[in-house]
């Protein structure tokens, strides 16, 4: 009665994320299960989502059914310093997927072609040298959880965060990094719902904000992209996960999808956050009311000019840059704002013409 099933779901997941015994989730469970506002949408736009990841498609055997399917392996890592021989025994596949057979997972063997085959695009990828023609198919090195941890296929990386999630379901933290785990994966239907619920558990949950908007970006849903990116930004401030470094490049990135947002909706969608939305994240009155007259020079072409911007948003964080490193410079705690106007669009709440309603 079972039906071979592409893209399978671990039961576990929909357990966690809705507080429901495992027994009472199917051992099967669809996309019409997943709880969330966005699964179903994403799962639509899957391949434009994916474009970036290579595709490796080779035969494997379930070993608890024997099996065998074709499986998309993702990207494919190889450890740097082991004997050629043992490569192909040694590698890590990101991709997340589970047997189509029976929805086990992580017990796999491959066939002796697939073997040669995956030893070949090895063997190809070593003797590409420069950046630009190195392939992504197969890359070199490690891939890490917690530094220490090498997930052989992406499903145990799942399995490593699910099994911490069960103890403690309330950590947005590992929700977050569950869902770059399903990404990497090549399965954004299941990263969205890691970080919903992220979201619901710690609203600030930056990464999570940042990585929905972008995927919701790829969706074409750009109101919510928007909206998602902008929070990502308001709470960058009071988020300790990251360093301040990886703070500014992670608003530059957001800053950089808002503004071609921004431009592809006729300027209808807005670059910057709202007054609400950093009154929402705590963000100081004071800094709140330096926002509403930013006034920058943003060439679209040059990715520092964003920069400055970043750093306002980065509020008391910036001071963990080094002097020499910032690009905002401060005078007696008083901004110097690059003079000349281009982008900002965000007035003051009175002459804001988002008021409009059409
Ligand atoms: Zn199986």
Redesign the pocket.
């Known amino acids: 009665m079972e039906k071979y099933q592409k893209y399978g779901i671990n039961p576990l997941l929909i357990s966690i994320a809705t507080e429901q015994a495992v027994e009472r989730i199917p051992s099967r469970p669809t996309n019409i299960m997943l709880p969330g506002k966005y699964p179903k949408l994403v799962f639509k736009h899957i391949k434009t989502v994916n474009r970036e990841f290579p595709e490796n498609i080779f035969r494997l055997t379930?070993k608890?059914?024997?099996?065998s399917g074709d499986y998309d392996l993702g990207t494919v890592v190889v450890p740097l310093h082991n004997e050629p021989v043992n490569k192909v025994e040694k590698f890590q596949a990101l991709g997340y997927f589970r047997?189509k057979?029976?929805?086990?997972a992580g017990e796999w063997e491959l066939s002796a072609r697939a073997q040669t085959m995956l030893a070949g695009k090895m063997a190809l990828a070593a003797t590409k040298n420069t950046t630009s023609e190195r392939s992504t198919d197969v890359i070199f090195g490690e891939a890490l959880i917690d530094n220490g941890f090498a997930p052989r296929w992406g499903s145990e990386a799942e399995e490593y965060f699910l099994h911490k999630l069960a103890d403690t379901p309330d950590d947005a933290y590992l929700w977050n990094r569950l869902g770059n785990a399903y990404y990497r994966g090549k399965r954004p239907e299941l990263a969205v719902v890691a970080h919903e619920q992220a979201l619901l558990k710690d609203m600030g949950q930056v990464e999570s904000l940042f990585s929905l908007g972008q995927i919701l970006y790829d969706c074409g849903e750009l109101e919510t992209a928007a909206s998602s990116l902008r929070q990502a930004i308001a709470f960058s401030h009071q988020y300790g996960h990251l360093t301040a470094y990886n703070l500014r490049e992670l608003i530059v990135g957001a800053l950089t999808t808002l503004l071609a947002i921004y431009t592809h909706s006729n300027s209808s969608i807005d670059m910057l956050p709202k007054p609400d939305e950093l009154a929402m994240a705590h963000f100081a009155k004071n800094e709140i009311a330096s926002t509403s007259s930013l006034d920058f020079e943003i060439d679209t072409t040059r990715r520092e000019t964003l920069y400055p911007l970043a750093e306002v948003y980065l509020g008391t964080r910036r001071e963990e840059l080094l002097p020499e490193e910032r690009t905002m410079r401060t005078n007696s705690s008083k901004v110097a704002w690059p003079a000349a106007t281009k982008i900002n669009k965000q007035k003051p709440p009175k002459k804001s013409k988002n008021k409009k309603k059409k």
């Open positions: 379930c608890q059914c024997n099996k047997c057979h029976c929805n086990s």
